[in-house]
């Protein structure tokens, strides 16, 4: 077979005016180290990377060894010629490394990284299942508060019906024998886990909705090509009150979608991640109308949905635990408890 490249040289560095055969030639079966087939099938950049690799790498370890054999058979001295060998001309050209295969194996190193084995769908997904994970933890702590606190519940009940004097001390007889206070650090523990229950069904909805829609993983996954970032170390937040997704890069600022939830009926706003001057190098380009895409959620449902279940109140005072604390306190100063004991049902101290 005639090589096309038989005509190529190349100079060695730091030696002047000696040319040497360049060794691009080798990609025929003259080489018996290279496969002739490129790989064809699913994932064949993996096995394109696997395959030059592995030829590299061969050609490196018997360089290494051919190396060690001449720079040990060279005589020391003219008194220790007897009995060693010269070189036959061209012992290092099958050691060579063939300058095509090169250029397969870097360009399977950019056909790798640029794979779609991690997508924005993934990270959604992922994120999603974090989320869910983490509310059925709140959930539980949830639901220890809620049993603790219910004691009020058989308080209500035998307070409501205390219309008599006997009612009454029947009443205060059933305080003394039960605990029926309730710890501050209990309440606290029940409206935060109420906080991050809502909180992570918001992220866990809006994380699961955006991985199947088509224009934000379009925005998501622009942003992480353009700025080279590892969309691995991603990770995804979102706000209901701004209705804000936000994810991170390990390469550039924040990527910010907004709108794509809550008062969609314009585009949603994208604040695209920023690095580097985005140059194409994976060969990849944003589609032409990504700036005209539209949500397709549909917001009312979520007020609907809410709205079925019971107190829910739209414009509800919002949890703040140092006001709770602060009205805690001024509660406590202007109408002071007594205390009794639980024990024997002595009022005030132990």
Do not use: C
Request: aromatic share 10%.
């Amino acid at each position: 077979m005639l090589s096309l490249f038989l005509s190529v040289s190349a100079q060695l560095s730091g030696d002047t005016g000696v040319y040497y055969p360049q060794a691009i030639s080798f990609g025929s079966l003259i080489d018996p180290n290279i496969n002739p087939l490129r790989p064809i099938g699913e994932f064949v950049e993996i096995q394109e990377l696997v395959n030059t690799a592995a030829y590299i790498n061969t050609q490196v370890s018997d360089a290494q060894a051919s190396v060690v054999e001449m720079s040990m058979g060279v005589p020391q001295s003219a008194g220790s010629v007897e009995g060693l060998v010269v070189p036959v001309a061209g012992r290092t050209d099958s050691h060579k490394i063939d300058l095509l295969e090169v250029a397969y194996y870097n360009q399977s190193i950019l056909d790798t990284a640029n794979a779609n084995y991690y997508s924005a769908e993934h990270l959604l997904v992922d994120s999603y299942e974090e989320n869910m994970d983490q509310m059925e933890a709140a959930i539980e702590m949830f639901a220890g508060a809620a049993t603790e606190i219910s004691k009020a519940e058989a308080i209500y009940t035998e307070a409501i019906t205390a219309q008599t004097d006997e009612d009454r001390i029947q009443l205060q007889n059933y305080i003394r024998a039960n605990d029926v206070q309730i710890d501050q650090s209990t309440v606290q523990t029940f409206n935060q886990s109420l906080d991050v229950i809502e909180d992570k069904a918001q992220a866990a909805t809006a994380s699961l909705w955006a991985s199947q829609d088509s224009s934000t993983l379009a925005m998501i996954n622009y942003d992480g090509i353009a700025t080279l970032s590892n969309i691995t170390n991603s990770t995804v937040a979102y706000d209901a009150w701004t209705d804000q997704m936000t994810i991170t890069w390990d390469n550039a600022t924040d990527t910010v979608l907004q709108g794509v939830f809550f008062n969609n009926a314009d585009n949603i706003g994208w604040t695209q991640a920023t690095t580097e001057v985005y140059d194409g190098f994976y060969g990849d380009t944003p589609p032409v109308s990504i700036n005209q895409m539209y949500s397709a959620y549909n917001y009312s449902s979520g007020e609907t949905v809410a709205s079925m279940g019971s107190g829910y109140q739209i414009n509800a005072k919002l949890y703040d635990p140092v006001q709770l604390m602060e009205d805690v306190i001024n509660v406590t100063n202007e109408n002071p408890t007594t205390n009794y004991n639980n024990q024997n049902g002595n009022l005030g101290g132990l």
